[in-house]
């Protein structure tokens, strides 16, 4: 059986480490150098870094910042932020990073997924989606989840499937910043509808919002910022428990 991964996020804002509720108020959490190495050495399994201005300055991904994260750290890395193109994802596998992420221009250019997926291989394509349920449909939205689109959400993880992503990013707009769980329904629908991996994101914040999202949101790895960026929740724990909860993870 495939082990459950944790998934520590390193969003960027010039230069540094933020999280915010609900994608704004940010408040700094550190240096993503240091937080790289600390996640890499507690037992993370990946590590993704999303650089949140990037779309929305139209602002290319910080390459120099991706190949100095990845010298420090020896597990998977995935990045995103900004991509747009093959040059684009050439230049940050170069740097070090292991995949990139792509959102709001895989949703303007829906041909860019099949691109990158026969250029680098599906391994190395996650497609991220940001969605909010507005009147009972889960709408997918673009930009740090500021513009909406008339996109399902399901209906597009489908086709993103179609088209060659690896796997899938899905943040909540409602979970995300509330610390109140995971959308462990929408995420359970997912990962039935689909057969790539489904990491879920947003909501995160205890122990057994990690435990309910394998169990009941069947997600196949969680992503999380600020409950391990500001130590409410140490990884080597987390791990113990998912483990003795009977969830296969890497310890």
Not at 85 to 106: F, H, R, T
């Amino acid at each position: 059986m495939l082990t459950k991964r944790i998934i520590p996020c390193l969003d960027i804002k010039n230069g540094r480490t933020v999280k915010g509720i609900n994608f704004v108020d940010l408040r700094d959490a550190g240096d993503p150098v240091e937080l790289a190495a600390k996640y890499a050495e507690t037992g993370a399994d990946e590590l993704v870094f999303l650089d949140i201005s990037a779309t929305e300055e139209r602002r290319k991904t910080l390459a120099n910042l991706v190949l100095r994260v990845a010298e420090k750290v020896n597990i998977p890395f995935t990045v995103g932020g900004g991509i747009s193109s093959v040059e684009d994802v050439d230049i940050l596998l170069k740097n070090g990073a292991d995949k990139v992420s792509v959102n709001s221009s895989a949703v303007k250019n829906p041909d860019l997924i099949n691109e990158l997926s026969q250029k680098f291989g599906a391994q190395c394509i996650t497609v991220a989606i940001d969605a909010k349920q507005v009147n009972g449909q889960w709408i997918v939205h673009l930009v740090g989840g500021k513009v909406p689109t008339e996109l399902d959400l399901f209906e597009w993880a489908k086709e993103v499937e179609q088209r060659g992503a690896g796997e899938i990013l899905f943040t909540s707009m409602n979970n995300d910043g509330t610390k109140d769980g995971f959308a462990n329904i929408a995420l359970k629908k997912l990962s039935e509808d689909l057969n790539i991996p489904i990491i879920a994101s947003g909501g995160a914040g205890n122990i057994q919002h990690f435990v309910d999202t394998f169990k009941e949101g069947k997600a196949d790895a969680a992503l999380a910022a600020s409950v391990f960026h500001f130590k409410e929740i140490e990884i080597p724990d987390l791990k113990k428990e998912l483990a003795d909860q009977g969830i296969p993870v890497r310890i």
